[in-house]
């Protein structure tokens, strides 16, 4: 049995390898990457890219080109594969780096699915799952490093546990964002939130409607299952 495994995203548009134990990218990369408003010839950049998923995603939507930053060497290697591996490597590369550190660099599209777990519940005996779930009270820092590479007029995108949402938007400006619930089901407390926030923008933060995810029966949302398996994109600005 090998040590990783090959998996479609996007019905099978995209095969992604990712390691058998320890992370797993699943729906919030997908959804990542479809709310992240890039345009052709535009530059985006994803801070803690795993083995690639939502910069690849990203990419096979649109034909903006993608920088990813990885801190496990590991992973950067398989991320670079899996670019390879869908024809992508001209627009799509990974980076050995601490998406924490200072870069210079600007990008039209920042976005970032951190480590959004605190220490109260167990920690992952895998050191690679546990750093890319638990953040180890370093989620505020995730924003401003996200916020600082954005380019005059870009956006920052993240995705977060719902109930960190106010811990975000405290290490945001106090205006520019648009916030947008992921809803089990009709009716549901939201467990998942995509937070986007638009440079420029000086209206007060927006709160939205946000997706329902799933039917009564467990069914994807007609919504929902174009955007996993069609790569619709998900529009967060009104």
Same mark, same amino acid.
């Given at each position: 049995?090998?040590?990783?495994?090959?998996?479609?995203?996007? =019905?099978?548009?995209?095969?992604?390898?990712?390691?058998?134990?320890?992370?797993?990218?699943?729906? $919030?990369?997908?959804?990542?990457?479809?709310?992240?408003?890039?345009?052709?010839?535009?530059?985006?950049?994803?801070?803690?890219?795993?083995?690639?998923?939502?910069?690849?995603?990203?990419?096979?939507?649109?034909?903006?080109?993608?920088?990813?930053?990885?801190? $496990?060497?590991?992973?950067?290697?398989?991320? =670079?594969?899996?670019?390879?591996? =869908?024809?992508?490597?001209?627009?799509?590369?990974?980076?050995?780096?601490?998406?924490?550190?200072?870069?210079?660099?600007?990008?039209?599209?920042?976005?970032?699915?951190?480590?959004?777990? !605190?220490?109260?519940?167990?920690?992952?005996?895998?050191?690679?799952?546990?750093?890319?779930?638990? !953040?180890?009270?370093?989620?505020? !820092?995730?924003?401003?490093?996200?916020? =600082?590479?954005?380019?005059?007029?870009?956006?920052?995108?993240?995705?977060?546990?719902? !109930?960190?949402?106010?811990?975000?938007?405290?290490?945001?400006?106090?205006?520019?964002?648009?916030?947008?619930?992921?809803?089990?089901?009709?009716?549901?407390?939201?467990?998942?939130?995509?937070?986007?926030?638009?440079?420029?923008?000086?209206?007060?933060?927006?709160?939205?409607?946000?997706?329902?995810?799933?039917?009564? $029966?467990?069914?994807?949302?007609?919504?929902? $299952?174009?955007?996993?398996?069609?790569?619709?994109?998900?529009?967060?600005?009104?």
């Amino acid at each position: 049995m090998g040590t990783f495994t090959e998996d479609g995203f996007l =019905n099978s548009r995209l095969r992604i390898r990712q390691p058998r134990q320890g992370f797993r990218a699943g729906l $919030d990369a997908v959804m990542l990457a479809a709310a992240v408003p890039a345009g052709a010839g535009e530059a985006a950049l994803e801070l803690g890219a795993g083995v690639g998923t939502a910069s690849l995603c990203l990419a096979a939507r649109t034909q903006c080109s993608v920088t990813g930053i990885e801190i $496990d060497p590991e992973l950067v290697e398989m991320a =670079n594969q899996n670019a390879a591996l =869908n024809a992508l490597s001209l627009r799509v590369g990974f980076l050995l780096g601490d998406a924490l550190a200072a870069g210079d660099a600007k990008f039209d599209h920042v976005f970032t699915n951190p480590p959004f777990h !605190d220490d109260t519940g167990q920690r992952s005996p895998d050191a690679q799952r546990a750093r890319a779930l638990q !953040d180890a009270g370093s989620l505020k !820092d995730w924003v401003r490093s996200g916020l =600082n590479r954005v380019a005059s007029k870009g956006c920052f995108t993240i995705i977060l546990r719902a !109930d960190r949402l106010e811990e975000v938007l405290s290490a945001m400006p106090g205006t520019g964002a648009y916030i947008f619930p992921l809803l089990p089901r009709a009716g549901e407390a939201p467990k998942r939130v995509i937070v986007q926030w638009r440079e420029g923008r000086n209206e007060a933060h927006l709160r939205l409607e946000g997706l329902i995810l799933h039917q009564p $029966d467990g069914r994807y949302t007609p919504e929902a $299952d174009a955007i996993l398996r069609d790569a619709a994109p998900l529009r967060i600005a009104p």
